[in-house]
């Protein structure tokens, strides 16, 4: 990838230019919990987004993408970042980075990625990060990763509408090969965990669906959380988020708040102790527990959190009727996307036949998989 951006480089624009890979990530577990200031378990994998950028002295920026095969430019000084064109990141980072005090001057740039997108894997977080750190090395800006990825978050929130947590740009800038991050978001730090699954592996079933609610539901999710901390502090006046309360408070608090709101909160609170159970289970190498955890987190998300869909409920039931599954699990924000498996590495190649066959048959659409190695965060490469 990164020598087909130089070739395309040198042919649009002439010039030589540096190289950045931001990659996207998984979540092991830790789902809805980042933006009640919880706990995620998120790490990077190694398919991912490349810039390659170059300052041009000129009046305007250009940039142009492998995978849509077009050019843009744009004016440092008024910008318009649109929702739903593949500039908009490019501009809206630029602008926050504006804000931020940054000098920035007129460059090219070309982008690539072997990342599928609407897969659930934060193809757009990756995104931000490349063209935040390509930009930096550009100008010697030195932005802190972390910074790199709260822009990132901010450029999420202001430019397509959704009001995520910090997990996904975080993932993409912090990865460490081989390991998980247990990431607190409150503190916004984290710990590098080892990942160690001898025999067994993780692989993405893509459900390919990725249905229109989901950045809506995604909002509406999170305000219901924002709800029940606003009535439950009329109690418990000293909570500032839901991550504040643990599972033996369930029982406190179920009927302060509405029928339709308990649900929700039980969830952000059970998943922020499933995290930590996770962290335990991977360290003691206790991949069984690894595996119930998983499949405790699904069904808190499907019938607690409701943010499942049909197609991943069935690719979840087919997965953990097939021989090796430990477990599985819908991953990120939820309405489609993957389903996180871990399962036996030589029952693979028949977990995929069995479950493509069976999907096939109920949905008429064929998911595509993923083997997961967890990688290194973002790079100048
Ligand atoms: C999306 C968001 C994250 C997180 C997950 C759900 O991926 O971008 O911030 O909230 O959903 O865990």
Known sequence: MKSALIQSFRHHFEAEPLVVFAPGRINLIGEHTDYQEGFVFPAAISQGIWVAIAKNNLEVSRAYSLDFDQEFSFELGSMSPKKGHWATYLMGVCTLLQQAGYPLENFDLVLGGDIPTGAGVSSSAALSVAIGMGISEVFSFQIPKKNLALYAQKAEHLYAGVNCGIMDPYASAFGVQNHALLLDCRSVTHQEIPVHLGE??????????????????????????????????????????????????????????????????????????????????????????????????????????????????????????????????????????????????????????????????????????????????????
């Open 200 to 381: 067994y592996s993780l692989l993405l079933v893509n459900s390919k669906v990725s249905h229109s609610l989901a950045n809506s539901a995604y909002n509406q999710r999170r305000d219901a959380c924002e709800e029940s901390v606003v009535i439950l502090q009329k109690s418990f006046p000293e909570i500032r988020t839901l991550r504040d309360l643990a599972e033996s408070d369930l029982p406190k608090i179920k009927h302060l708040l509405p029928e339709v709101l308990f649900p929700k909160a039980k969830h952000v609170i059970s998943e922020c102790a499933r995290v930590q159970q996770a962290a335990e289970a991977l360290q003691s190498g206790n991949l069984l527990q690894m595996g119930k955890l998983l499949q405790a987190s699904h069904e808190s998300l499907r019938d607690d959190f409701e943010v499942s869909c049909s197609e991943l409920d069935f690719l979840e039931l087919q997965a953990k009727s097939t021989a090796g599954v430990l477990g599985a699990r819908m991953m990120g924000g939820g309405f489609g996307g993957c389903l996180l498996t871990l399962l036996k590495t030589n029952e693979i190649s028949n977990f995929k036949t069995t479950l493509q066959e069976r999907y096939q048959n109920a949905f008429q659409l064929t998911p595509d998989f993923i083997e997961v190695s967890l990688g290194e965060g973002a790079r100048k490469v």
